[in-house]
């Protein structure tokens, strides 16, 4: 994840959620060009030139934009939406919504789409299981940029492998590691900025990068269960585990294996308070 592009943080974040704001200081236009700009961390290391984010722009219960696409351009630092953007006049103000990955499926602001998240073994299908949502409620006309906080709706799993008695670090390498017994699909529904599961139990395989397995994982609990089945040769490792999985926390897996017995160590730490940014702003 560190030899991801990593955006240059830009202008003042806003707070987490839904932030009201309302400077009556500020200059309106006559019904202007609305401005908006996103920053945030999608995945582990920030937006990547050619992400897309969806923006829903609302007027008291009124959707005037409707799953409008915004593509980042890196050699820029800006947003560029598919079509302009303008103020409904010079003084109503505006709720904004936005979302990270884009996805055309979206008709409604309330309508929600399915997110599959089984698969997350290569980069592009584990940064698309990285799901942040965001919203601005009282935004008032201005040519300034409009800033949107985005926050980590899914949790994030990382499982470390260590080798123990009879298994070399090469060994180890060449493991095969499934996230087992937990939720696969995701109802993801912007307006009311949530994300819950479908019900639909299966098996992830994690995106392996730096020597560890990572994987979002859609806020669920798994109890006492097999959580993470590791297999080397012929030889299967399986970690039961008791987890409440929440949104935007980290858990952390280090497995030490064995061919006489196994040693599994499990740590959890809030997401938020890793040394990247796992939050972010739309601006």
């Given amino acids: 994840m560190k030899n991801l592009v990593k955006i ?19 200059q309106s236009p006559n019904a202007g060009k609305m401005n908006v700009s996103v920053k945030s961390a999608a995945s ?3 937006f ?15 959707v005037m934009y409707n799953n409008i696409d915004l593509q980042y351009d890196y050699s820029s630092v800006t947003w560029r939406p598919s079509e302009n953007l303008y103020w409904k006049d010079s003084s109503t103000p505006a709720d904004l919504y936005c979302y990270y990955p884009y996805h055309e499926d979206f008709a409604t602001l309330h309508g929600g789409v399915v997110w599959n998240i089984d698969n997350q073994s290569s980069l592009d299908d584990y940064r ?6 965001g919203c601005v409620q009282g935004a008032s006309p201005s040519n300034n940029l409009i800033g949107i906080r985005v926050n980590h709706v899914m949790s994030h799993l990382v499982v470390k492998l260590g080798a123990g008695n009879g298994f070399s670090a090469e060994d180890v390498s060449n493991a095969t590691v499934e996230i087992r017994n937990v939720e696969t699909q995701a109802w993801i529904n912007v307006g009311d900025q949530v994300v819950t ?38 030889n299967e490792y399986s970690l039961n585990q008791t987890i409440e999985f929440e949104s935007g926390k980290e858990y952390i897996c280090t497995i030490k294996l064995s061919k006489a017995d196994q040693g599994v160590n ?18």
């Fill in 8 to 26: 240059i943080a830009a202008s003042v974040l806003l707070l987490a959620g839904c932030e009201e704001v309302n400077d009556p200081n500020e």
């Fill in 44 to 46: 582990d290391s920030g």
């Fill in 48 to 62: 990547m030139n050619g992400d897309k984010v969806g923006l829903f722009v609302v007027y008291d219960d009124e």
């Fill in 128 to 133: 698309n299981s990285d799901v942040l949502l």
């Fill in 197 to 234: 599961s479908t019900g639909n139990v299966g098996s992830i395989n994690p995106y392996f990068n730096n020597g560890q397995y990572c994987a979002h994982i859609v806020p669920c609990t798994v109890d006492n269960t097999e959580l993470v089945h590791i297999t080397i040769g012929d």
């Fill in 266 to 283: 499990i740590g959890i730490t809030d997401w938020i308070t890793q040394s990247k940014d796992y939050g972010g702003v739309i601006w």
